[in-house]
């Protein structure tokens, strides 16, 4: 069960991570949350964040912009000067929020594997849990893939990198949560 989920036969999954499994996770999610950034006035306002409203502009990070896409056109779509003004009224009034469900994705995981106490362990994933463990994976995914920009005719060339190309820790990880993500979504099938 290494480093992968496996049903844990109460609805649940496990999965057993050694201390250095557990880090490295801890370390990407631990990033995420760097790379979404604190909620709005620093989250000390819960009445000033009900009323806070999100950029109209797409981040330029590829990365950021792959967790938050536009929500009409994007690249390749018709130059129109009304789906602009949809994407930056949606992008306004939902970023915020998909930003904090993010937030608390990554939150949620960190706080598992701070369970863990620094060293490896099994740590259980209740049924309830899946959805945020999902999306915090995916989300990781999603931005490593950024960074490395993976696209679908490249995806097998990762296989073939070679020890000495510096992009392979990051390829390492891409792998592997792809492989952690698959398993947990056997795990909740299974």
């Given at each position: 069960m290494a480093g992968l989920f496996e049903s844990a036969g109460d609805g649940g999954a496990a999965i057993a991570l050694d201390e250095f499994e557990a880090s490295i996770l801890r370390s990407l999610e631990v990033q995420m949350l760097e790379l979404i950034g604190p909620p709005p006035g620093g989250g000390g306002d819960p009445l000033a964040a009900l009323f806070a409203e999100g950029p109209s502009e797409a981040p330029e990070d590829p990365a950021l912009l792959r967790l938050f896409p536009d929500g009409y056109g994007g690249p390749g779509a018709p130059e129109?000067?009304?789906t602009a003004e949809r994407a930056a009224e949606f992008r306004r009034y939902t970023e915020l929020d998909?930003?904090?469900?993010?937030?608390?994705?990554?939150l949620a995981v960190v706080r598992a594997l701070d369970g863990l106490g620094g060293a490896g362990g099994v740590l259980e994933v209740e049924p309830d849990d899946f959805p945020r463990w999902l999306g915090a994976l995916n989300d990781l995914r999603l931005t490593l893939g950024?960074?490395?920009?993976?696209?679908?005719e490249e995806d097998e060339g990762l296989y073939r990198l070679p020890d000495s190309d510096p992009r392979k820790p990051l390829v390492i990880a891409y792998l592997?949560?792809?492989a952690m993500q698959e398993s947990l979504l056997e795990a909740m099938t299974g």
């Open positions: 129109d000067p009304r998909l930003r904090a469900r993010k937030r608390d994705d990554a950024a960074r490395l920009e993976v696209s679908e592997w949560l792809g």
